[in-house]
């Protein structure tokens, strides 16, 4: 099966190329194994990759123009020529490797913890059935930054608008009944860029290997943050 990966050596090359290699394929093959022959082909090659069980999201990279997981990636359900590149809108600092620390400093400037006013109880914090139902589909997330390299409006304003995948982060903890920043989050959220910059394009919803939707959060975020201003 032919293979086309994207290659850059900063020290040797001036832009990106795409090398072709042929792949002896096999029956429950994913593309992270593929990637790995091609490491065995040549040592130089790089990419990330870690558990292997769809996990860890260290080895999400761009197939056939979408964003996935390799290791969940089966080869048999890609069209050949199979095309793999670095995510999109990242810097490249090798091969398919790229650079995420804007895209957790985005994660980090959402206070992606609890915060506790109140004193911490002897005990656990309790919630009802249903206090705890609202956290499903959010806390779920496994950062590997799918989302928020196949949405536009991240692209476009790496350096203000917060992503898909930070917001829905945000509202994970807004959504949490234990959490007692709502103000503090809400002011942190304001201005034309940091939420309001979504357009409901929903390429993150698209692309989750984990079946999330950070446009319905960003959706709810925008709510909450209405019925606070009235």
Known sequence: MQFLVSRYNPESDEAPHLQSLEIETWRGMMLRDALLEIKRQDESFAFRHSCGEGVCGSDAVNVNGSNRLACITAVADLK????????????????????????????????????????????????????RERLDGLYECILCGCCSTACPSFWWNPDKFHGPQALLTAWRFLADSRDQATEERLDALEG?????RCHTIMNCVEVCPKGLNPTRAIGHIKQLMLGHAI
Do not use: C
């Open 80 to 131: 050949a020529p199979v095309t793999v590149r670095p995510l999109p809108g990242r810097p490249i600092v090798r091969d398919l490797v790229v650079d995420m620390s804007q895209f957790y400093a985005q994660y980090r400037a959402v206070t992606p913890w609890l915060v506790r006013k109140d004193p911490m109880p002897e005990q656990e914090i309790r919630q009802s059935p249903a206090e």
């Open 192 to 196: 034309p860029y940091r939420l309001f």
